[in-house]
């Protein structure tokens, strides 16, 4: 018998040697094809979340989480969170569905009120409750710099002989202490 290498056997029986090499490319190529396989089906099945764009986390951003965390929307982390799930489903679908962001945005508050947005709009008691902090200080130190001004204006200046007492004051109240000073 000849061995695979050109000489003679003598004696020994020629086993069959499996082919380790083939069968490990054969192997490696099936499962690089179920992998392929397996990441082109979930593509298919499993569509991409709206969430991931980044239309989806600017608006994400601008909305609370319902569930009372006041943790903005894509970055609430409580396990098990049903509202922020539901909330991130309804945002996927709008903008699946191509709605503009201030539709988005209103939906969301007509749904769970103005408290949901993290900005609140600019309009009538938000519009103060942002400018009375800014405008508050100035007001009280402009009527401070008044009331000390005028406070200026009308203190009496005394002369360098100090306060002039009238005389019939220096006795009243000579007389109601019931001592006799003299000068």
């Known amino acids: 018998m000849i061995d695979p290498m050109g000489q003679e056997m003598a004696g020994q029986e020629m086993r069959a040697v499996p082919d380790t090499e083939g069968c490990l490319v054969r192997l490696m190529g099936l499962f690089a094809a179920c992998v392929l396989f397996v990441a082109l089906a979930a593509m298919l099945v499993i569509p991409m979340h709206a969430q991931q764009t980044d239309r989806a986390k600017m608006l994400g951003q601008k909305l609370f989480c319902a569930c009372g965390c006041t943790q903005v929307l894509t970055a609430c982390n409580h396990v098990g969170c049903t ?8 945002l996927d679908e709008r903008i ?11 939906s969301f508050v007509q749904e769970y009120g103005l408290k949901v947005l993290t900005e609140p709009p600019n309009t009538g008691f938000n519009r103060l409750a ?50 006799d000073f003299d000068e």
């Open 96 to 106: 699946s569905r191509g709605d503009s962001d201030d539709l988005i945005l209103q």
């Open 83 to 90: 509202r922020s799930t539901a909330m991130l489903k309804e």
């Open 130 to 179: 942002v400018i009375a902090p800014i405008a508050a200080p100035i007001v009280a130190l402009f009527l401070l710099w008044e009331v000390v001004r005028r406070w200026r204006q009308r203190a009496p200046l005394a002369g360098a002989g100090g306060l002039q007492i009238s005389p019939e004051l220096l006795a009243r109240a000579r007389h109601e202490s019931g001592k």
